[in-house]
């Protein structure tokens, strides 16, 4: 069974940092590519970021560039979503997921996903 947990998530002013983590179980790890996408209230799904499954490749939204970083630890079945410069518009639910399609031009295709983790920027 394909689980996904996500956690790192809270309150931070703008301009601040947060780290996300996406623990995964019950699949292949290593055989997929991985995504973080965001919903905020009123808004459209949004895909962040995405990793390929080796590690080789990684695309980020536009309004993302530059200020966040993903990577992944195969050995540890876990993605990270390392944010920085954080902007009140970041505020959303971010989820991770499993890819089922790497294009190699923005990150779409979600297969499964966790819960979710809040992530509030205000002051």
């Known amino acids: 069974q394909v689980q996904l947990v996500e956690s790192g998530g809270g309150l931070v002013q703008p301009g601040g940092s947060l780290r996300l983590s996406c623990a995964a179980s019950?699949?292949?790890?290593?055989?997929?590519?991985i995504g973080w996408f965001r919903q905020a209230p009123g808004k459209e799904r949004e895909g962040v970021s995405c990793?390929?499954?080796?590690?080789?490749?990684?695309l980020y939204a536009d309004s993302v560039k530059g200020r966040f970083t993903i990577s992944r630890d195969n050995a540890k079945n876990t993605v990270y979503l390392q944010m920085n410069s954080l902007k009140p518009e970041d505020t959303a639910v971010y989820y991770c997921?499993?890819?089922?399609?790497?294009?190699?031009?923005?990150?779409?295709?979600?297969?499964?996903w966790g819960q979710g983790t809040q992530v509030t920027v205000s002051s």
């Open positions: 997921a499993t890819m089922l399609v790497w294009t190699g031009l923005r990150c779409s295709s979600f297969g499964s």
């Open positions: 019950g699949f292949s790890f290593a055989t997929y590519a």
């Open positions: 990793i390929s499954r080796n590690d080789d490749s990684t």
